[in-house]
Structures are given as C-alpha cells and as structure tokens.
C-alpha cells in the first residue's frame, strides 16, 4: 500500500525550529521527486519546496528561502523538511507530495505546482505562536 506520512509538527515559537519527516511506504523513494506544500487557515495550499530524484539543486518558495532546508535519506525512504527561524506566517498544516514521472517532477520541483499524479499524504499541523 503506498503511503506517505508526515511527522514532526506541533507547537513553536517564534524563531524556534522544527523538523518535518516525511516515511514513505509502498513505493521506492529513490524514483520520486518529493514536495512539501502547506496550506495555512483560510488559503490555498502553496509549494514550499522540492527535492527531486536526481540530487539536484532543491527548490524553495521566496517566503522559506534561506529559513527551510529539504533534504532525502533514499536508505530510510524518508524525506526531511528542517525549518529554522519559524514565524507565525509558517503556521500550517504542510503535506509531502510525490511524484515520479519526469513531466510531473519538472512541474512541482521547477514551479512548485501541485499536479493531478502527486501521492499526497495525510499531512501535519505546525503552529507557530508565543
């Protein structure tokens, strides 16, 4: 059964850290691209940042940039999304995607767009707040 689930999020402060991991099941995580996206309350759900098959340069949206850092442990089949300096603007719900065709893997880790053939997981809650 293929499964992609989140962990990793909970409560921070402003400034605080938190480390998000993405366990894949089901499939080889060495084939795919993954994503995380979030969609804070009363938004749309935005890409944040892209990891693809190739270990190439990740991407990342303006608003993380600097702050995120994804990375993969294709042994593990799990992905990480490390997030230094949170502040309430991250607080979300943020989901990992994945995607292994090359068209799908251009348009989500070139443009952070969500396409129709993401696996998606359940998702996890991070609250940024004092």
């Known amino acids: 059964q293929v499964q992609l689930v989140e962990s990793g999020g909970g409560l921070a402060q402003p400034g605080g850290s938190l480390r998000l991991s993405c366990a894949v099941a089901g499939f080889t995580l060495y084939y795919y691209a993954i994503g995380w996206f979030r969609q804070a309350p009363g938004k749309e759900r935005e890409g944040v940042s892209c990891?693809?098959?190739?270990?190439?340069?990740?991407t990342y949206a303006d608003s993380v940039k600097g702050r995120f850092t994804i990375s993969r442990d294709n042994a593990k089949n799990t992905v990480y999304l490390q997030m230094n300096s949170l502040t309430p603007e991250d607080t979300a719900v943020y989901y990992c995607a994945a995607v292994q065709d090359a068209i799908s893997v251009q348009a989500m880790c070139n443009g952070l767009r969500e396409v129709d053939t993401i696996l998606w997981g359940k998702g996890t809650l991070v609250t940024v707040s004092s």
């Open positions: 990891i693809d098959d190739n270990n190439s340069v990740p």
